[in-house]
């Protein structure tokens, strides 16, 4: 009779086998250059025992060979891991555990920093340090632990987006807590910039949510100049081409505020968004907008940057990379009328899928990379649609799991829905 750690063994090596030829081949070994940037032929690192590939034995071990091979075909490209908590001897330990382990298969980890306190105005991914001076010195040692290593960090998503200022109107009354937060930022910037071979992106929300100008100038008093750019679509679902056109909007902006032309230095909120039309109200001044961010009207945009900024130098502008994790199909659009308050179209939205490739080779010129930094599969939060008394999520007829909790049948649907439609990754990149 076989027992449970037997049939666990057979189970693991038929997945070995289901997975054969078309399992990961690490590429030719190449050596990363030691700086601040990110070449085209970077291959990230895969981790050996995330979500997706507990998943695929699960799914092995209760006969579902269709659900083992599309979960296997997740584990096989790379995601970013993060951190979200611990003491600082605790974070820096983990970080270097796993930028040493990357370095071993030659490859750069991304990870992600997430534990700014007030985190996410407390809702459903609350949480974080509890305190300024906790969060500085639990940066610190995160920085510490990259040491000399080429890693990739994504800076505090939504830290700017969501400032404490806007979690409500009485969430920050003397302003205390903002500057605080700046201050947090600001000191996060420069610790981990003292680490030789970081290559640091402050994240900027997306382009559903602060005008350029306005995140523009967030990001100048955060310290973006002293990084290589800004991370955008961090866990959402917003097409890539939108997430690129507004990057480069934000990435011009910075430049127009800083080193441009005299007149627009110091005025980022000069900057004409995604939400600017001279249709509205006919003027054509700048801080007009439309209701939305229609890309109907982004050439409006589009025209007001090549009549004010012109050709910046391309060295001179900071560059971008955008999670492609979950965009494959665009952003949910609920059918018409069937909320009344906010659908939450931000939250496990459903019938989604997996977007592009990581890679840093996107021949988009201030792209740096397209990564996963979402983790494909974990819930959004426990969405309920603004239904007044609600915790059922309608789209789903359930409780949805906790923010950060493996969700299987997501995993499953966004995988079915990927496009590009998903293959194995047979060359780590």
Known sequence: MRTPLHRRALAASALVLLLGAAAPVPAEASSVPASHTLPANTRFSVGPDGDAAHQAVSDLLHGDFEGATAMAKLASWPEAAWFTDGTPAQVESRVRDLVRRAGRTRTVPVLVAYNIPLRDCSQYSSGGAQSDAAYQAWISAFARGLGSSKAVVV????????LPSDCG???????ALTTGRMADLNHAVDA???QPNSVVYLDAGNSHWRSVGDITRRLLQAGVTRTRGLSLNVSNYLATGLSTHYGTWVSQCLWFAT????RGRGHPEWCASQYYSPAAPNDGQTGNSVSVDDPSTWHWTDRW???NVGTPPTEELVHLVVDTSRNGRGAWTPPAGKYSGDPQ???????????DRPTADTRVPLVDAYLWIKTVGQSDGQCNRSVPGGTIDPEYGIVDPAAGVWWPEQAASLVRNADPALEFNTVLR
């Open 155 to 162: 800076l505090e998503p939504d830290g700017l987006a969501n």
């Open 345 to 355: 179209t931000w939250c496990n939205a459903p019938g989604r899928g997996i977007g």
């Open 305 to 307: 940057f090549r009549q």
């Open 192 to 194: 981990l910039a003292r």
């Open 169 to 175: 109107p009485d969430s920050d009354p003397t302003g």
């Open 259 to 262: 080193k441009g032309p005299d």
